[in-house]
C-alpha cells in the first residue's frame, strides 16, 4: 500500500531534505560517492501471509524518508533521493482503499522524485557496488565501507535535530498521561492487565503505538517479564515501563513504580526514595562533555551509600564500588540513547553506543551499559536506575566471593516486599545542561500516592 502521512509537514519535509543532504555529503566524502539503498520493510506475517503484524518501517527509513511507506525504497545516489514506491493496483484500492499520488508523497518527503519499484532494478544496474540499510550482514562482519556507512549515519543520529526532538516531545507527552491512567486505574484486586489496558489505552487513543512490549508488573525484579496474568495485591509494587511511539516513529521510554494498595510500606518507602535519590543525581550530572559513564557510576555511588545505610551493605564506599557491590542489586546500565528507536541506532551494535576505543566492562553489571560516549548537545538519553531483590543473584557464590562478608543476607527479610523498583526518565541534553522531557510525570512518593485508585472504575 502506498499512502503519504497525515503528520507529513513542511518543517518535517524541510529536516528530511537536510538529513538527506548531509548523508549525501558523507557517501561522497567517505565512500567515494558509491550509491545507498533505504528500505522501508514490510510487515511481517503470522501464521499465514495474509495475517501481517502492524507495519512498522525501519528507523533508518523514518530518518531520511519520514512516512512509513511499506514496501518503499529510497536511493541516494549523486546527490539526488528516488523514492521507489509500490505502484496501486484495484485490489489495493478494494482491500486498503485509495492511495496516495506520487505528487502528494514528495510533497510530503521532499524526495527530487518518486517512481515506482518495479523500476528500480533498472535504475540501479548502473549503480555498481550499493550500499544498504539495514546491513543485510551484522555489524560484526560488516565491511570496510559498510563501517564507514554506519559511522557517517551514527555521526548524524546521534544528535536530534529540532524536528526530532519535538517528535520525542509528543511521544513523551502521550506516554505521561498513559503511565497516570495505569496509577488511577490500580488497586488491589484488579488485574495486572487491566492497569496495561489502561495504559495502553492512552496510546492507541493518540493513534501512536508502543515503542516496545510494555512491562507491567508486581514482578519487578525480573527486568524484562513478559508476564501479564496476576492481580495487585494489597502491598504489592507494580513496576510499570511502558512508553509510546509516535505516528512518525519517535520514542519515549518511561518507567515508574507505584504501591497497588496506594501507600508504600516503610520499607518500601525506603527503597524508593533511595531510587529516586539515585536518579536525580545523575540526572543534575547530565550536560555536555560529561562521559555517560560516569552518570551510571554517579548513581551507583548513591545506592551503594544508601544500601549501606539500609544495613545490606557493611564497608568503606569506594571499596565496595571497586568491587561491584552495587551489581547486586543494580545490575543493569543507567540508560541507553533515544529517538527513533527505543533503544536507539542498537542494531549497529556498540559501534553506535561507545565512543571509538571504548570497550563494555568484564565487571557484573557494569557490562549492560549500553551508552559510553561523552554526551553531546541534541542527544536524549534515559536515566533508570533501580533496586531489585533477584533471589539467583543474591545468593551467587560467583557474584558474592568479591564482597568477603560485606553483603549481609541476614537483613534481607526487611524488604521482603519490595522486589524491585526503577524509575526512569527521558533526558535531552542541551548547551548548557539537559531538560527532563518526562518531568510532568509525578515520581516523589507523596505524589504517587495521591494518583494511585483515583480512577472511578478499572477496565
Same mark, same amino acid.
Given at each position: 500500500?502506498?499512502?503519504?502521512?497525515?503528520?507529513?509537514?513542511?518543517g *518535517?519535509?524541510?529536516?528530511?531534505?537536510?538529513?538527506?543532504?548531509?548523508?549525501?555529503?558523507?557517501?561522497?566524502?567517505?565512500?567515494?560517492?558509491?550509491?545507498?539503498?533505504?528500505?522501508?520493510?514490510?510487515?511481517?506475517?503470522?501464521?499465514?501471509?495474509?495475517?501481517?503484524?502492524?507495519?512498522?518501517?525501519?528507523?533508518?527509513?523514518?530518518? *531520511?524518508?519520514?512516512?512509513?511507506?511499506?514496501?518503499?525504497?529510497?536511493?541516494?545516489?549523486?546527490? %539526488?533521493?528516488?523514492?521507489?514506491?509500490?505502484?496501486?493496483?484495484?485490489?489495493?484500492?478494494?482491500?486498503?482503499?485509495?492511495?496516495?499520488?506520487?505528487?502528494?508523497?514528495?510533497?510530503?518527503?521532499?524526495?527530487? %522524485?518518486?517512481?515506482y519499484?518495479?523500476?528500480?532494478?533498472?535504475?540501479?544496474?548502473?549503480?555498481?557496488?550499493? *550500499?544498504?540499510?539495514?546491513?543485510?550482514?551484522?555489524?560484526?562482519?560488516?565491511?570496510?565501507?559498510?563501517?564507514?556507512?554506519?559511522?557517517?549515519?551514527?555521526?548524524?543520529?546521534?544528535?536530534?535535530?529540532?524536528?526530532?526532538?519535538?517528535?520525542?516531545?509528543r511521544?513523551?507527552?502521550?506516554?505521561?498521561?498513559?503511565?497516570?491512567?495505569?496509577?488511577?486505574?490500580?488497586?488491589?484486586?484488579?488485574?495486572?492487565?487491566?492497569?496495561r489496558?489502561?495504559?495502553?489505552?492512552?496510546?492507541?487513543?493518540?493513534?501512536?503505538?508502543?515503542?516496545?512490549?510494555s512491562?507491567?508488573?508486581?514482578?519487578?525484579?525480573?527486568?524484562?517479564?513478559?508476564e /501479564?496474568?496476576?492481580?495487585?495485591?494489597?502491598?504489592d509494587?507494580?513496576?510499570?515501563?511502558?512508553?509510546?511511539?509516535?505516528?512518525?516513529?519517535?520514542?519515549?521510554?518511561?518507567? /515508574?513504580?507505584?504501591?497497588?494498595?496506594?501507600?508504600?510500606?516503610?520499607?518500601? /518507602?525506603?527503597?524508593?526514595?533511595?531510587?529516586?535519590?539515585s536518579?536525580?543525581?545523575?540526572?543534575?550530572?547530565?550536560?555536555?562533555?560529561?562521559?555517560?559513564?560516569?552518570?551510571?557510576?554517579?548513581?551507583?555511588?548513591?545506592?551503594?551509600?544508601?544500601?549501606?545505610?539500609?544495613?545490606?551493605?557493611?564497608?568503606?564506599?569506594?571499596?565496595?564500588?571497586?568491587?561491584?557491590?552495587?551489581?547486586?542489586?543494580?545490575?543493569?546500565?543507567?540508560?541507553?540513547?533515544?529517538?527513533?528507536?527505543?533503544?536507539?541506532?542498537?542494531?549497529?551494535?556498540?559501534?553506535?553506543?561507545?565512543?571509538?576505543?571504548?570497550?563494555?566492562?568484564?565487571?557484573?553489571?557494569?557490562?549492560?551499559?549500553?551508552?559510553?560516549?561523552?554526551?553531546?548537545?541534541?542527544?536524549?538519553?534515559?536515566?533508570?536506575?533501580?533496586?531489585?531483590?533477584?533471589?539467583?543473584?543474591?545468593?551467587?557464590? /560467583?557474584? *558474592?566471593?568479591?564482597?568477603?562478608g560485606?553483603?549481609?543476607?541476614?537483613?534481607?527479610?526487611?524488604?521482603?516486599?519490595?522486589?524491585?523498583?526503577?524509575?526512569?526518565d527521558?533526558?535531552?541534553?542541551?548547551?548548557?545542561?539537559?531538560?527532563?522531557?518526562?518531568?510532568?510525570?509525578?515520581?516523589?512518593?507523596?505524589?504517587?500516592?495521591?494518583?494511585?485508585?483515583?480512577?472511578?472504575?478499572?477496565?
Amino acid at each position: 500500500m502506498v499512502s503519504a502521512h497525515p503528520s507529513a509537514t513542511v518543517g *518535517l519535509a524541510n529536516a528530511l531534505k537536510r538529513r538527506r543532504a548531509a548523508l549525501n555529503q558523507a557517501l561522497t566524502d567517505r565512500l567515494g560517492g558509491r550509491a545507498l539503498l533505504v528500505s522501508a520493510g514490510r510487515a511481517p506475517s503470522r501464521n499465514y501471509p495474509d495475517n501481517t503484524h502492524e507495519f512498522r518501517a525501519s528507523s533508518h527509513f523514518l530518518f *531520511l524518508a519520514g512516512v512509513p511507506i511499506e514496501g518503499a525504497v529510497l536511493l541516494l545516489a549523486g546527490g %539526488q533521493s528516488t523514492l521507489f514506491v509500490h505502484r496501486s493496483t484495484e485490489a489495493d484500492a478494494l482491500w486498503h482503499g485509495e492511495t496516495a499520488s506520487p505528487e502528494s508523497i514528495q510533497a510530503a518527503t521532499s524526495v527530487d %522524485q518518486v517512481r515506482y519499484l518495479d523500476e528500480l532494478d533498472g535504475v540501479t544496474a548502473s549503480l555498481p557496488g550499493l *550500499l544498504h540499510l539495514p546491513l543485510r550482514t551484522s555489524p560484526a562482519s560488516a565491511s570496510a565501507d559498510e563501517l564507514r556507512l554506519l559511522d557517517a549515519v551514527i555521526a548524524l543520529r546521534l544528535c536530534h535535530d529540532d524536528q526530532g526532538i519535538a517528535e520525542i516531545r509528543r511521544a513523551a507527552a502521550v506516554t505521561v498521561r498513559a503511565h497516570r491512567a495505569g496509577m488511577a486505574a490500580t488497586r488491589p484486586g484488579v488485574r495486572v492487565s487491566s492497569v496495561r489496558a489502561a495504559m495502553e489505552r492512552e496510546i492507541l487513543a493518540e493513534d501512536f503505538t508502543n515503542a516496545y512490549g510494555s512491562i507491567v508488573t508486581t514482578s519487578g525484579e525480573v527486568l524484562h517479564t513478559r508476564e /501479564r496474568r496476576g492481580i495487585c495485591g494489597p502491598s504489592d509494587l507494580l513496576l510499570a515501563d511502558v512508553g509510546a511511539e509516535s505516528d512518525l516513529g519517535w520514542a519515549s521510554d518511561v518507567t /515508574r513504580t507505584w504501591p497497588t494498595g496506594g501507600t508504600f510500606s516503610p520499607s518500601q /518507602r525506603a527503597v524508593y526514595d533511595l531510587v529516586l535519590e539515585s536518579q536525580l543525581a545523575a540526572i543534575a550530572k547530565v550536560q555536555p562533555g560529561v562521559r555517560y559513564r560516569d552518570i551510571h557510576l554517579a548513581a551507583c555511588r548513591v545506592l551503594v551509600s544508601g544500601l549501606r545505610d539500609l544495613g545490606l551493605l557493611v564497608g568503606e564506599i569506594d571499596g565496595l564500588l571497586e568491587r561491584g557491590a552495587h551489581g547486586l542489586f543494580f545490575p543493569h546500565g543507567i540508560g541507553h540513547l533515544l529517538g527513533l528507536d527505543v533503544h536507539d541506532m542498537e542494531d549497529f551494535g556498540d559501534r553506535a553506543g561507545y565512543a571509538p576505543g571504548r570497550t563494555r566492562s568484564e565487571q557484573f553489571g557494569l557490562c549492560y551499559l549500553r551508552l559510553d560516549r561523552d554526551l553531546l548537545p541534541g542527544m536524549v538519553v534515559t536515566i533508570e536506575p533501580g533496586l531489585y531483590f533477584v533471589p539467583a543473584i543474591l545468593r551467587s557464590e /560467583r557474584l *558474592l566471593a568479591p564482597l568477603r562478608g560485606d553483603f549481609r543476607p541476614d537483613k534481607l527479610t526487611q524488604f521482603a516486599d519490595v522486589r524491585g523498583i526503577r524509575i526512569e526518565d527521558d533526558v535531552l541534553v542541551t548547551d548548557s545542561g539537559c531538560e527532563v522531557l518526562t518531568a510532568a510525570l509525578e515520581k516523589r512518593a507523596d505524589d504517587i500516592e495521591a494518583l494511585v485508585g483515583q480512577s472511578s472504575s478499572a477496565c
